[in-house]
């Protein structure tokens, strides 16, 4: 099977923002998605060059406008290169493909009878390079609510498309194949707008910059294609079009053409399939619209100034927040775009969501349980994942449910559901671990029974990793690695396999996926892990100063009560005397120690820890204890050797 995805191609007057990336990591979601299923993928993107905002951008900078593309064209294949977005083509408009392909469509057009010489009379937007009646602007300005910029009269003899004479095909189209335009909602959009009656549109400019109208069409000369007319056409360009017609036979046409709902309605849906209805060509199989990220509840735009969130700065935001690695983070990214909000909506873009999103869904639902369990096949099977024929079916059929998720997910771009569903199966997985208790097995002598979980656990993992690979490519590798799957040659089909993990392979050496830097836990997070984190669990060790070190407060108490928080299986309440006051703290270490038992024990308390609310209850400063990660049963509190007063300093 083969399976053609294209972005917008984009202007290139400024850098991205997120709002790019957005679309952009959705096509590559896909496209990778596909290529698991061993699709033969062709994924497109580019940049939209010839547009007049390009040469104003230019010339604001005093840079040639040739020498302005280029360098820009070069930023964008550097940004999504970061994002590790796998395009198999990246197409600019000013390449003398695109001119062989456009002057060959619009012969065909010509040919076809649906161009013809007129005056243009009206009002152009640059900013969104489009033509405007007099009744459609507001006040003057151009009508679309994000632009509202000055528009500019234009009076030239111009060249038209017989868009009027395609309003009741295209009609027809949008009745017969209701899957073609998505969402729904939108697809109304679509037919009131050409129901409203279409207008003929102006395709040619009299300018110096764009593809030149071929001059087999009579009263070409000085005329230029205008912007829009020459990008759509990049679709075709990238599938072969005109020259290597079997590789044409072979993509088109594309399975589907994504982008925001700004250039939805006038141009995919309307102007793109009339063009290729006059050129005698198929139609694309789908044409989607998502919604925008917005911020301040306006949309993220390249020229809305001030600081829009861009992908670098955000991903510099998270390594520092979190701790984690820059591909880590890129993954994280990816992840909150197409988790946070449903495909059609918009959605408000947020550091803190995007911090919130990573504590709770990847470090610690995804993190965790490859932490729980692979410190365990270390611990009580010397790294070796167990052999075994006895994989639990319960976590099977999770793991089959999650698949067919993804797939009607995907069939649908509803990505927040394909993740949903993963993220269901790796609750389902946390879920087993917690009921199964391996720690406990550990102590009894029920081999087989530790084996069948602990290998039951790992073999949920690849599939866990598998089904994110999409979406996050990084962490899936990482996961794969640490499983000691190193060369695992993945496949979609994998997902719904069970029992695929090789017992008696050696696993690799754990280390924290999405890593969190204490300080960056959420109070809530903290009290769900329970035990907190060893120092390992930064991903790249950070070294601080003694004067940092000086800074923290270390003092040694007493517990002088201690209970279970109500409904938290591993929180215990110490009220802990720390000399000259006493505390209350909540500690993760339930599992290790009954409360009784620590009455009267000296600790070591870091006394200048932030108060967190845990559980409901206020917690003034943290004991330390030692444990092994990972296994909750494990906690040694830690003390002074000998005895000491209450209050006395650690260093
Ligand atoms: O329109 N939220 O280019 P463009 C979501 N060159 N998506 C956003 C977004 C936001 N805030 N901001 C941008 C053009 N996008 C033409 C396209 S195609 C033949 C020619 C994404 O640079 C979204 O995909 O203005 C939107 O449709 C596109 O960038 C617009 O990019």
Redo the contacts with the bound molecule.
């Keep these: 099977m083969k399976f053609y995805v294209t972005?917008?191609?984009?202007?290139v007057?400024d850098i991205p923002?997120?709002?790019?990336a957005?679309?952009t990591v959705a096509c590559d979601v896909l496209a990778r998605y596909h290529r698991l299923r061993g699709d033969d993928v062709l994924f497109t993107t580019g940049t939209?060059e010839n547009?007049e905002k390009n040469v104003r951008a230019a010339e604001a900078q005093g840079i040639d406008s040739k020498r302005f593309v280029d360098k820009m064209a070069d930023r964008f294949r550097q940004e999504w290169r970061g994002l590790g977005i796998s395009y198999d083509d990246f197409i600019r408009t000013t390449e003398p493909r695109q001119q062989e392909a456009v002057q060959a469509f619009f012969d065909t057009i010509y040919e076809s009878g649906d161009l013809y010489l007129d005056e243009y009379e009206g009002w152009y937007c640059v900013s969104d390079?489009t033509y405007f009646r007099e009744e459609e602007l507001i006040e003057g300005r151009c009508p679309n609510p994000e632009c509202g910029k000055k528009v500019e009269w234009m009076s030239e003899p111009a060249h038209f498309f017989r868009l009027s004479k395609y309003e009741g095909a295209l009609l027809d189209q949008i009745e017969k194949d209701p899957g073609w335009l998505l969402p729904e909602f939108r697809k109304n959009e679509v037919v009131n707008f050409i129901r409203g009656g279409l207008r003929d549109v102006c395709i040619s400019r009299q300018s110096d910059w764009g593809i030149p109208l071929p001059a087999s069409i009579p009263d070409s000369e000085g005329h230029v294609i205008y912007?829009?007319a020459d990008?759509?056409v990049?679709?075709l360009t990238c599938a072969g079009y005109p020259a290597d017609a079997e590789r044409f036979e072979r993509y088109w046409p594309a399975d589907v053409h994504?982008?925001?709902?700004?250039?939805?309605v006038r141009?995919?849906a309307t102007l793109w399939p009339a063009m290729l209805m006059s050129a005698g060509l198929s139609l694309p199989t789908r044409i989607v619209a998502?919604?925008?990220?917005?911020q301040g509840g306006e949309?993220?735009?390249?020229s809305r100034g001030g600081t829009v969130p861009r992908p670098g700065p955000v991903l510099d935001m998270l390594m520092e927040e979190t701790g984690c690695s820059r591909p880590r983070a890129v993954d994280a990214l990816r992840y909150y775009m197409l988790r946070q909000v449903p495909f059609g909506q918009d959605g408000e873009f947020t550091g803190e969501a995007l911090l919130v999103r990573y504590a709770d869904d990847l470090a610690n639902d995804l993190g965790n349980l490859l932490h729980r369990v692979l410190p365990m096949v270390h611990r009580y099977r010397q790294g070796r994942i167990p052999a075994t024929s006895e994989a639990e079916p319960e976590l099977h059929e999770a793991a089959k449910t999650a698949v067919r998720g993804w797939e009607k997910a995907v069939s649908t771009l509803d990505f927040r559901g394909g993740l949903e569903a993963t993220w269901e199966f790796l609750r389902a997985a946390n879920r087993y671990v917690d009921q199964k208790a391996p720690w406990s097995l550990a102590k009894s002598d029920d081999e087989k029974a530790l084996d069948r979980v602990l290998y039951s656990a790992a073999e949920a993992i690849r599939v866990a990793a598998c089904l994110v690979a999409p979406v996050m490519p990084d962490a899936a590798a990482e996961i794969e690695r640490q499983l000691g799957l190193g060369a695992w040659e993945r496949s979609w089909q994998q997902a719904s396999e069970w029992g695929l993990l090789p017992g008696g392979s050696e696993a690799g050496q754990p280390k924290p996926l999405f890593p969190q830097l204490e300080a960056a836990k959420p109070a809530v997070s903290a009290g769900e892990q329970a035990a907190p984190k060893g120092r390992g669990s930064t991903e790249e060790q950070v070294m601080i100063s003694f004067k940092e070190f000086q800074k923290l407060d270390l003092r040694v108490g007493e517990i002088v009560s201690a209970e279970r928080v109500p409904n938290a299986d591993k929180l215990l309440k110490l009220s802990v005397d720390v000399g000259d006051e006493t505390r209350t703290m909540v500690a993760g270490i339930a599992l290790s120690y009954k409360p009784e038992e620590l009455v009267g024990r000296s600790v070591v308390v870091v006394a200048n820890l932030e108060p967190a609310t845990i559980r409901g209850v206020r917690s003034e400063g943290m004991i330390l204890a030692g444990w092994v990660e990972g296994d909750d049963e494990s906690i040694s509190i830690v003390a002074p050797d000998r005895p000491v007063p209450k209050g006395s300093v650690v260093s």
Excluded: C, R
């Design positions: 972005t917008p191609i984009y202007y007057n923002t997120v709002g790019h957005y679309t939209d547009a390079e912007v829009w990008a759509l990049n679709y994504v982008m925001a709902k700004d250039i939805f141009f995919h998502h919604g925008w990220w917005t949309k993220i735009s390249k």
